[in-house]
């Protein structure tokens, strides 16, 4: 059978000594501890404020999604409108073209008949001086 350990004032001072650290230690620990529950409920007392804050900002967000969907719309719009100018554009500048190629013809027949009344008058006039 293992011997017991004596007990001496020694070992009892050692005892003691160990034990005073020990709480020593569990008092520095405690004073941790109580300064983290001290900044926590800080934090914790913050909580109502930011809850409000958070809401105020929520509300913000919706309003901005709300402009944000009427500014898409908006701009689908803007985008279909847009494309039926440029059909209505391609459609007057064929149109245009058309013109003024029927424009160039009749110019062309306008001076090709100038021309021919001119030949007829030079014609004439040679015709008088020769006479």
């Known amino acids: 059978m293992p011997r017991k350990p004596r ?17 020593s230690d569990l008092q520095v620990n405690t004073n941790g501890l109580r300064t983290t529950v001290q900044n926590m409920s ?7 404020g930011i809850e409000e804050r958070l809401a105020a ?14 500014l898409f719309g908006l701009y689908e719009k803007l985008d279909q409108r847009i ?3 440029e059909h209505e554009y391609l459609a007057i500048t ?14 062309a027949d ?3 008949q100038r ?5 007829q008058k030079v014609a004439a006039l040679e015709k008088e001086t020769l006479n």
Not at 57 to 70: I, P
Not at 94 to 99: D, E, M, N, Q, Y
Not at 115 to 119: C, G, N, P, R
Request: hydrophobic share 50%.
């Open 83 to 85: 494309e039926r100018l």
């Open 7 to 23: 007990v001496t004032l020694e070992t009892i001072n050692e005892n003691l000594l160990l034990l005073t650290d020990k709480v």
């Open 115 to 119: 021309v021919q009344l001119l030949e």
């Open 94 to 107: 064929v149109a245009l073209k058309r013109l003024e190629q029927h424009y160039e013809r009749l110019e």
């Open 57 to 70: 900002l929520e509300a913000n967000v919706a309003a901005l999604r709300s402009r944000v969907d009427n």
């Open 110 to 112: 306008r001076l090709a």
């Open 42 to 48: 800080l934090m914790v007392a913050r909580i109502p």
